[in-house]
């Protein structure tokens, strides 16, 4: 079994910053790919930014410049760096992360429960 945990949403003001996190554990080989995506109200699931194991990154462009996404293989863990917030960032944010969990190279979805992230303007 996986689990997968994020923490550091909130409430803060348009133009401020919140960093996310994102932790894995339970029985893991290795994780390939990790990611952000949001959810708002009414909206369809969107991946924010995405990490390879390799510490590649991509971003949607809404994002791009104002978000970092970073993370530390030895913890099994996952990063979002969230900065100049925007009303429109209001989401519920969740990790993904893409698992070995029995030594195969077959890489399995994982999801956190979800943070909410809320800005007001």
């Known amino acids: 079994q996986v689990q997968v945990v994020e923490s550091g949403g909130g409430l803060v003001q348009a133009g401020g910053s919140l960093r996310l996190s994102c932790a894995a554990s339970g029985t893991i080989f290795r994780i390939k790919a990790m990611a952000w995506y949001r959810q708002a109200p009414g909206k369809q699931r969107e991946l924010v930014a995405h990490i390879t194991s390799e510490s590649t990154t991509t971003y949607i462009d809404s994002v791009k410049g104002r978000f970092t996404i970073s993370r530390d293989n030895g913890k099994n863990a996952v990063y979002l760096q969230m900065n100049s917030l925007k009303p429109e960032d209001t989401a519920v944010y969740y990790c993904?992360?893409?698992?070995?969990?029995?030594?195969?190279?077959?890489?399995?979805?994982?999801w956190g429960q979800g943070t909410q992230v809320t800005v007001s303007s």
């Open positions: 993904y992360a893409g698992v070995d969990i029995s030594g195969s190279y077959r890489f399995y979805a994982y």
